[in-house]
C-alpha cells in the first residue's frame, strides 16, 4: 500500500529547514517552525531524564527492601520524575512541538502573532530547564512535585527554593505560548476561515490556552510564596507561626488541576484530526466536540479540591467538589462518543497514527473512568494517595497525553521533516507501548485498593505487593522500548527516510496544502477558506480507485 | 512571491496582514498578559484576604502602623501618572510631540516619586522591626476599636508584614519595569518613530500602566485602611 | 513469593462493606462503558476497514445521540456521586459515645494514647465491635493515618486536630500506613491495628500502668495554674470549664462557635483569637510551653468535665456559657465519672 509517487528524488526546494544555516539563525529565528523544533529536541530530553527517574523507581520496586537507593535518593528520584515530567515534558509537548509548529498553518498565517515572544518563550523554558538540571545535579529536590507545606518551607534539606524558581521560569514559557495561540486564533485566521471551520485541534489549542492564562500565574505566585517562606523563615504556610498549610494546597491545585486538562486538550485535539484522516470522514459531531473543549477548561477550574478530600476540609466543600467533578467528566466522554461515531460508516487505515489514536481512545477511557472512582467520595477516602491514583493519573498522562503526542508526531512528522518514518517500525512501537504501558499500569490499580501507599520505596512489611509490582516493572522495561524506538528511527529517517510527498495522508487542513516541509512563510499566497473542515468527501471524491495512504 | 511590491508601513510586520491586525493583536495580547498579572496577583489577594478575616483584630492593630498618609499620597501620585499616560496616548494620536515627550517624562518622575516614598515606608518598617524575620517585634500593640489591653498577636502581624511586604514588593517590581518600559517608549519617541497612524506601543504601554495603578488602588485601601474610623 | 498475593484487601470494619460496594459498582459500570467503546471501536475498525472504491459516508451528527450520550452518563455519574456522598458522610461523622484515642505523629513515628491512658508507638489495639474515634494531631508536617482494612484515612495536619473513627468488625493484625509524604523515614512511618476480642482487650487494657488521660490532664491542670481563673464558682477571671465542652460558646466579637476539641487547643496556645463574651482577654498563652501529648491531655480532662453520661460533639443544649451562670451540676475535680470509659458498650 505505497503512495505512488515518491520513487523520484525531488530536486532540492527551498523551506524553512535549509533556508538559513549555522546555529545563530536556529538559536536567533522567530520562526514558528524551527521553535517548535527547538522545543521538540529540549523536551526530548527532559522526556529521558524523567523516564530515566522514574526507571530507577520501578528498579528499586522489584523487591520489598529499599535495597536499591537510599530513602532520601528514592524520595528525590520521584519528586524530580514529577516535577520534571510535568512541567518540563507535558506541559510544553503537544501546544510548544506540534501547536507551534502547527497553529498558524492551520489557520492560514504566516507565523503566530507575536514571533519574537515564542522565541522568549523558548529561552524562558531552557532557563528554567538548565536551573531544574542543575538543581537535579547538584543534590535534588524531595518534597514530591505537590510541594505541600510545611515540609516544604519548613522541614526538607534538599533544594526547594532552586527547583520551586526552575518551575516559575518555566511557568512564564507556558503562559507566553497561550497568550500567543489566543491572539493568533482570534486575529489571524485566513479570510473565510470562520470559526466553525476550524479544525477541532485549534480548538483543542484555543482552550488549553485559556487554562494556561489564567491558571499558571496562580501556581507561579505560590511558588514565590513558597520560596519566600523558606528564605525568609516567614509563617504564610506554618501552622506554629499562625499560617494554614491547607491554603498552600488550594492555592496549589487551583493550578495543578486546572494543569491536567492543558496536558490533555491538546492530545484530543491530535486524536480528533488522526481519526478523521484515517476513517476519511469528518468528525461526529464537530460542534459538540468543539464546545466539549471549551467546557473542560471552564469546568476543570471549579473541581480543584477533589485533590483534599481527606486533607481535612469540610464535608460540604467535598460534596461540592466531588459533584462538580462528575461535570467535568461528562465533556470527556462526549468527545469519546464522537470519536467511536466517526468511526461508523468510515474507511478506516490503520497507519500508525491510527494506532496510536486507537490506544489513546483505549487507554484514556480507562484512565477517564477511573477517575469516576476518585470523585466518588465513599472510594476516595480509601484509595486517595495510593497507587490508585498513580494508575489514574497515569492511564491518562501516559496513555492519553503521550500516546496523542507520539501520533501526532508520527502523522505530521513527513509536513515537519519532509521525511516518511519507517511504518512496520513505527507500527511495532505503537503495539509495544499499549502492551506495555497497560502491564506497568493496570497491576497498580490492584496494588492501589490493597493499600499500597504513593512514595514509598521500601515495603518489606508488606511482600505481599510484591508480585504486582513485579509486573509493573516488566511493563515499564517494555514501555522504554517502546518510547526508545521512535526516537532512533525519527533520528534515522531524517538522513535516510524517503522524502516525503506534501500530503502523504491526503489530508484536510490548510496545513497539508504546503510544501513538505514548508517554507518559512508557509503559504505563497494567503489562502481563502470556502469549504468546511474535513472535507474529506471532497477529496476523496477524486480519489475513488485510490488507496491514499503511505506503506 | 509577494515581494514587497506595494510600499507599506515600515512598521507593519511581515507576518500580518494589515496594520489593523497588527494594531488589534497587540492591543489583545497585551490584555491577556493583564489578565494573567490579575491572576498573578489574585493568589496574593486570596492569601491576603482569609487571614484578615482569621485574624481581623492583628490584622487591624499592623495596618494601623503603616503609615497612610504617604500611602495615600502615592495613591495620588499614581493616578497623577494614569492621567499624564491619557496625555501621552492622545498627544501620539494627534501628533503633539513636545506634549508627548514631556508627558512621558513626568509619568517616569512620578512613578519614581512613588518609589521614593515606597523606600521610605520600607525603610520605617525596618526601623520599627515589623520586618518578618529574625529581627521582628510586635508586641504589645492595642488592637484598634477592640477594649483597653487587648493586644495583637505578633505572629499573626507578622504575617500581614509578610504579605504586605510581598505584595507591595511585587508590585514595585512591577512599577520598575513600567519606568523600563516607558523609558524605551520616550527614546522611540524622541527618535520620532510615533505617528498618529502608528503608535500602538504607547497605547499598550499606557494600558500596562493603568493596570500597575489598578493594582495599587485595591492595595491601598485593603493594606492601609483596616478598621480606621473617623 | 507467590504463596502471599492477595488481589483485594482484607475487610475488618463497618465502613469497609459499603466502600466495597460502591467500588464493585464503580467496576461494574466502567467494566460495562469499556466494553461498550472497545466492542465499537474494534467493530468499526474491522467492519469499516478501507476498501477500494468504497467510500467513507459523512454524518454530521446527530443531536438525539448527543443528548442521549450527555444525559445518560450524567444520571449514571449522579448515582454513583449521591452513593459515594452517603458512604463518605457515614465514614466521617463519628457515632456519639465512641471510645477516644489521641494520635500524635511525628516524624516517622505514630504514637497513641488511649483516653483510658494506656500508651502505644506504632500499635492500636481495640476490641472488636466498638465505634473507635481518632483525635490526630501532627507535631511537624503533615502526615495520614490510613488503615487500608478498614478503608479508612485521614489526613494528620500540625496545628490543629482532625478526626477520625471506625468500628472494626474482625479481629486480626492490620496494617496501619503514613499515607501523606512526609520526609525520609515515611516508608517507615507503618505499624498495626490490633483488633482482639473485648475480652482480650479488657486483660490488655488493665495491664497498664497509667491512669486515665484526664486524670494526666487533670494534673496538667492544676500543675500549669489553669485552676486559679478557670474556677467553678461565678469568681473566676476565666470561663468555669464545667459542661462547657461541646455546646454552643458566644465570642466576644459576637459569633457563637461549638466548643471542640480544636477550640480548647486554639484556647491553649492563642488564648486571644476566640475570647468568651463577658471575659476580658487576661489568659496568657502555653505555646512552647505544653506538647502535644500534654495538650491531649488537657483536652480529654476538659471533656471530661460534662455532666456524666454526656461526652463531646454534642449541640443539643442551647445554654450559652455566661459569666456568673453556671448550667451543669457541679462535679468534684479528679472525678472520671464523666470520661469515655463510663461508655463502655454492652
Known sequence: MSMATATVQPVEREDYLNKHYGVGSWLLTTDHKRIALLYLISITFFFFVGGFFALLMRLELLTPAGDLVQADTYNKLFSMHGMVMVFFFLIPSIPAVLGNFLVPMMIGAKDLAFPKINLLSWYLYIIGGVMMTHCILTGGVDTGWTFYTPFSTAFSNSKVIEAGLAIFINGFSSILTGLNFVVTIHRMRAPGMTWSRLPLFIWAHYATSIIQILGTPVVAITLVLVVAERALHLGIFDPKLGGDPLLFQHLFWFYSHPAVYIMILPSMGVVTEVIACFSRKRIFGYHFVAMSSVAIAVFGFLVWAHHMFVAGISVYAALVFSLLSYSVAVPSAVKVFNWTATLYKGSIHYDAPMLYAFGFLGLFTIGGLTGLFLAALGVDVHVTDTYFVIAHFHYIMVGGALMGYLGGLHFWWPKISGRLYPEGWARLAALIVFIGFNLTFFPQFVLGYLGMPRRYYDYSHMPEFQVLNVLSTAGSTILGIGYLLPMIYFLWSMRYGKPAPDNPWNAAGLEWQTQSPPTTFNFVEEPVVTWEAYNYDEIDAGHKQEAPVVG | MAAHAESHNPALLHHFATEEQQRNSASFGMWIFLATEVMFFGGLFCAYLIYRRLYFGDFAAASKSIDALLGGTNTAVLICSSLTVVLAVWAAATARRTLLLSSLVVTMLLGCVFLGIKAKEYKDKFDEHHVPGATFSFEHEQVPNAPEGVYANPRHAEIFFALYFIMTGLHALHMIIGLGIFAWLLIMAWRGRFTPEYHTPIEIGGLYWHFVDIVWIYLFPLLYLIDRHA | ?346
Not at chain 3, 459515645?97 to 508507638?121: F, N
Not at chain 3, 501532627?138 to 500540625?158: N, W
Not at chain 3, 489568659?283 to 512552647?288: A, D, E, I, R
Not at chain 3, 461526652?311 to 470520661?339: C, D, F, R, W
Open chain 3, 1 to 346: 513469593m507467590f504463596n502471599n498475593f492477595p488481589l483485594w484487601p482484607d475487610r475488618a470494619s463497618s465502613t469497609a462493606g459499603n466502600v466495597d460496594a460502591l467500588f464493585i459498582f464503580l467496576i461494574i459500570v466502567s467494566g460495562m462503558m469499556t466494553l461498550l467503546v472497545f466492542t465499537a471501536v474494534i467493530y468499526f475498525a474491522a467492519r469499516f476497514r478501507h476498501r477500494k472504491g468504497v467510500l467513507a459516508e459523512q454524518i454530521e451528527g446527530s443531536i438525539p445521540l448527543e443528548l442521549t450520550w450527555t444525559i445518560i452518563p450524567l444520571g449514571v455519574f449522579m448515582v454513583i456521586f449521591l452513593w459515594g456522598a452517603v458512604v463518605y458522610f457515614n465514614s466521617r461523622t463519628p457515632p456519639r459515645d465512641s471510645t477516644e484515642v489521641y494520635v500524635v505523629a511525628k516524624q516517622w513515628m505514630w504514637k497513641l494514647e488511649h483516653a483510658e491512658g494506656q500508651r502505644e508507638i506504632n500499635e492500636l489495639h481495640v476490641p472488636v465491635g466498638r465505634d473507635v474515634k481518632l483525635i490526630m494531631t501532627s507535631q511537624d508536617v503533615i502526615h495520614s493515618f490510613f488503615i487500608p482494612a478498614f478503608r479508612m484515612k485521614q489526613d494528620v495536619l500540625p496545628g490543629r486536630y482532625t478526626v477520625a473513627w471506625f468500628h472494626a468488625t474482625k479481629p486480626g493484625v492490620y496494617h496501619l500506613f503514613c499515607a501523606e509524604y512526609c520526609g525520609t523515614q515515611h516508608s517507615g512511618m507503618i505499624g498495626d491495628i490490633v483488633v482482639m476480642e473485648p475480652s482480650q482487650y479488657e486483660a490488655w487494657m488493665s495491664g497498664s500502668p497509667s491512669g486515665p488521660l484526664s486524670a494526666t490532664g487533670e494534673k496538667i491542670f492544676a500543675e500549669l495554674g489553669c485552676v486559679t481563673c478557670h474556677r467553678t464558682d461565678t469568681q473566676g477571671r476565666g470561663p468555669n470549664l464545667q459542661g462547657m465542652f461541646g455546646k454552643p460558646v458566644q465570642l466576644q466579637d459576637g459569633r457563637t462557635i461549638t466548643a471542640d476539641e480544636n477550640y480548647v487547643r486554639e484556647s491553649i496556645l492563642d488564648p486571644g483569637a476566640k475570647v468568651v463574651n463577658g471575659f476580658k482577654p487576661v489568659m496568657p498563652t502555653f505555646q512552647g510551653i505544653v506538647s502535644e501529648e500534654q495538650l491531649n491531655a488537657l483536652v480529654a480532662y476538659v471533656k471530661s468535665l460534662a455532666p456524666a453520661g454526656q461526652t463531646g460533639g454534642q449541640t443539643a443544649n442551647p445554654a450559652t456559657i455566661a459569666p456568673g451562670l453556671n448550667p451543669a451540676p457541679v462535679t468534684t475535680h479528679g472525678s472520671s465519672k464523666g470520661s469515655p470509659k463510663g461508655t463502655k458498650v454492652q
